[in-house]
T-cell receptor, first 112, second 112 residues
Framework: AAGVIQSPRHLIKEKRETATLKCYPI?????VYWYQQGPGQDPQFLIS???????DKGSIPDRFSAQQFSDYHSELNMSSLELGDSALYFC???????????FGPGTRLTVT | QQQVKQSPQSLIVQKGGISIINCAYE??????FPWYQQFPGKGPALLIA?????SEKKEGRFTISFNKSAKQFSLHIMDSQPGDSATYFC???????????FGTGTSLTVIP
């Protein structure tokens, strides 16, 4: 079965640079979620979109923004990167709002 | 503030034994409780989930026990196998939103 696709899988950026992470949900899933997971930590919810509208917002820094496009894929834009932004970024998708979330393989972002 | 408290932090079990991981929460608005399994460098994979209208749910070797009055739920892995060695996260989501609040994770090691 098709899963959530994230690209790139690995990304190395320098401080103050920008990064864009992409997420392609499971076909027919209309809800996308973004999480940040630091080393040895639990995933922290950043933001979610349902039917291309922001549906919930968590601990997403103001330097980050995200959107969901008409084909339901989503992009997380990160600007003025800081060393502390180094983490695994997961995208999850679900069919409908508030249902089972299926996670992608993640993007490992390293900020040097 | 950790909305879902998980214990133990780490667990070592002999092959064939029972692994038990516990979670507790305070927010009575939580109405969906999934468990995720995560291998190093991979995304969390949905194992099993429960809603508060049932006290137990079993899928194969995995069982969730749910105690609504105590606001606690636990994962039992029967006949634990070395391949079960991973980090397990409990989570909860409220009926008013769709973000997951994760526990801090339990690193399970099953020794042959």
């Amino acid at each position: 079965a098709a899963g959530v696709i994230q690209s790139p899988r690995h990304l190395i950026k320098e401080k103050r640079e920008t990064a864009t992470l992409k997420c392609y949900p499971i076909p027919r899933h209309d809800t996308v979620y973004w999480y940040q997971q630091g080393p040895g930590q639990d995933p922290q919810f950043l933001i979610s979109f349902y039917e291309k509208m922001q549906s919930d917002k968590g601990s997403i820094p103001d330097r980050f923004s995200a959107q969901q496009f008409s084909d339901y894929h989503s992009e997380l834009n990160m600007s003025s990167l800081e060393l502390g932004d180094s983490a695994l970024y997961f995208c999850a998708s679900s069919l409908g709002n508030g249902n089972e979330q299926y996670f992608g393989p993640g993007t490992r972002l390293t900020v040097t | 503030q950790q909305q879902v408290k998980q214990s133990p932090q780490s667990l070592i079990v002999q092959k064939g034994g029972i692994s038990i991981i516990n979670c507790a929460y305070e927010n009575t608005a939580f109405d969906y409780f999934p468990w995720y399994q995560q291998f190093p460098g991979k995304g969390p994979a949905l194992l099993i989930a429960i809603r508060p209208d049932v006290s137990e749910k079993k899928e194969g070797r995995f069982t969730i026990s749910f105690n609504k009055s105590a606001k606690q739920f636990s994962l039992h892995i029967m006949d634990s196998q070395p391949g079960d060695s991973a980090t397990y996260f409990c989570a909860a989501t409220p009926n008013t939103g769709n973000q997951f609040y994760f526990g801090t994770g339990t690193s399970l090691t099953v020794i042959p």
